[in-house]
């Protein structure tokens, strides 16, 4: 698939660190429960931490007691790619970012608590928060439907 944001292997290496390259290009997963947003409840935006772009809301996050941060449904039907992962001997459903294609976590039906049935288990590392209030950051409290 042709991305609209699209770099080399060096490129990327360059732009991020080398445990968001490994998550994110790599299709690597951080360790559970150690994303810095996991316990973030503000209200805002969850962005690709590779290219910007938008892909959840707070108000879709909730807590999957899975590890990481989960949401049950992207901002918009094309922000997200699913495509089918049949590594480590089983088969999931990868979740990419539709616009660099960078590995995101994977989406699994077990979430029967939301609107839609789904987890969208997310790498905290692949993702950036901005706050409603124009904060960016990890961990902060607050109020809000969060992990």
Do not use: I
Request: proline share 5%; with cysteine.
């Amino acid at each position: 698939m042709a991305y609209e944001v699209t770099r080399s292997e060096e490129q990327w290496r360059e732009q991020l660190s080398p445990e968001e390259y490994a998550v994110l290009r790599q299709a690597g997963t951080e360790r559970p429960w150690t994303g810095e947003l996991l316990e973030e409840k503000r209200v805002g935006t969850y962005r690709c931490r590779a290219c910007g772009n938008v892909l959840f809301t707070a108000e879709t996050k909730f807590d999957s007691h899975c590890g990481w941060p989960s949401f049950y449904q992207p901002t918009e039907g094309d922000a997200v790619e699913l495509v089918e992962d049949r590594s480590l001997g089983m088969v999931r459903t990868e979740v990419r970012c539709a616009r660099c294609g960078s590995h995101l976590g994977h989406v699994f039906d077990d979430a029967p608590q939301t609107p839609t049935g789904d987890r969208y288990c997310m790498n905290s590392v692949s993702l950036t928060f901005e706050a409603e209030d124009g904060a960016a950051g990890g961990p902060a409290g607050g109020t809000g439907s969060g992990a």
